[in-house]
């Protein structure tokens, strides 16, 4: 079975701009949450979809969306890019075992903001 | 927001040896996950716990989820030089959905 993929792996991007990100969960995943890592915050949570619906929310503020589309594949936006904006930006997608979300995670795709 | 606190923070040690790392948290949380992450690459999952006292093996990996529910360790035993990278435990809260929260990492360096 084919893994999560994230498009593209890297990418710069000025101040001000905006960006869109992509992510393929696994097959059969309906789950699909992204995550922003840097080194001084860690890996922080930014939203969840499930069944095209946003269905958790982090602490980020309104200038990050979100959607899925019906194949359950997701995209991420990010507008009027700020230097710290700069990061890894990760994709999971999850399977419910019948008892908890077991979250697989895509490569990542590098931001960089100048 | 909320975090994990994961220690040792990073490790250095000579192949052979054994590892152990472990997360606190303040909350409880359902479902303990440990990943290994390398450079450039996403997290990999590696063990997941979902009952309080729960012990599993994956290898020469052995995690245990917390009798409290706020806690985990990881052990690695009988390190070798493609240990190295760093480890994550992340844990998943009753209402969460599928939202992890994950601690800081432990870094570990393997010499061969």
């Known amino acids: 079975k084919a893994g999560v993929t994230q498009t593209p792996r890297y990418l710069i991007k000025t101040r001000g701009q905006q960006v869109t990100l992509s992510c393929s969960p696994i097959?059969?995943?309906?789950?699909v949450s992204w995550y922003q890592q840097t080194p001084g915050q860690g890996l922080q949570f930014l939203f969840e979809?499930?069944?095209?619906?946003?269905?958790n929310k982090g602490n980020f503020p309104g200038r990050f969306s979100g959607r899925q589309f019906s194949n359950s594949r997701s995209e991420m936006n990010v507008s009027t890019l700020e230097l710290g904006d700069s990061a890894l930006y990760l994709c999971?997608?999850?399977?419910?075992?019948?008892?908890?979300?077991?979250?697989?995670f895509g490569p990542g795709t590098r931001l960089t903001v100048t | 927001g909320q975090q994990l606190n994961q220690s040792p923070q990073s490790m250095f040690i000579q192949e052979g040896e054994d590892v152990s790392m472990n997360c606190t948290s303040s909350?409880?949380?359902?479902?303990w996950l440990w990943y290994k992450q390398d450079p450039g690459e996403g997290p990999v999952l590696l063990i997941a716990?979902?009952?309080?006292?729960e012990l599993t093996s994956n290898g020469r990996l052995t995690a245990q989820f917390g009798i409290t529910r706020k806690d985990s360790f990881l052990n690695i035993s009988a390190s070798i030089p493609s240990d190295v990278g760093i480890y994550f435990c992340?844990?998943?809260?009753?209402?969460?959905?599928?939202?992890?929260?994950f601690g800081e990492g432990t870094q570990l360096t393997v010499n061969p």
């Open positions: 999971a997608s999850s399977l419910w075992t019948g008892i908890a979300y077991e979250q697989y």
């Open positions: 979809y499930f069944s095209e619906t946003q269905r």
């Open positions: 909350s409880i949380f359902n479902t």
């Open positions: 716990l979902y009952k309080a006292g």
């Open positions: 097959s059969g995943h309906r789950s």
């Open positions: 992340a844990g998943q809260g009753e209402t969460s959905g599928s939202r992890l929260t």
